[in-house]
């Protein structure tokens, strides 16, 4: 990544906490959210999706940055914290042995039942 779009850049701690804040104010942060809110991660995902086939960087970007805020709230929705559940997910996959085949990691059980 180019550092000129790293400088002042806050925190992920910081974001997620403001992200957090914005959410409970705007009064998201209810287990009972939780369907629609991964609904509106779905959506996300699809209009990175079209950016990304369009090689549109802007909305790629803003994508990106939509997804990762959806994904946010819903573990909050879920009580964990984004911090917690990819840390989780991180010790899961840093010993994980595979190859990538077509540009995708596919982890080696996955492969001997191909």
């Known amino acids: ?3 000129s779009k790293k400088q002042n850049s806050p925190s992920f701690d910081e974001l997620k906490n403001e992200i957090f804040k ?4 705007k009064n998201l942060i209810h287990i009972d959210n939780v369907n629609r809110q991964f609904m509106k ?3 996300e995902l699809g209009e990175l999706s079209s950016a990304i086939l369009k090689k549109d960087q802007e909305n790629i970007v803003d994508g990106l940055g939509d997804v990762l ?6 573990n909050y929705q879920l009580g964990y914290s984004p911090t917690y ?8 996959i840093k010993y ?3 190859k990538t085949v077509d540009g995708v990691f596919v982890k080696d059980t996955d492969l001997k039942d191909s």
């Open 41 to 43: 991660v779905v959506e």
């Open 69 to 74: 805020v959806t994904v946010i709230i819903l």
């Open 22 to 25: 914005w959410a409970d104010n």
């Open 1 to 3: 990544m180019n550092d």
């Open 85 to 92: 559940t990819l840390n989780e997910a991180y010790k899961t």
């Open 96 to 98: 994980r042995t595979g």
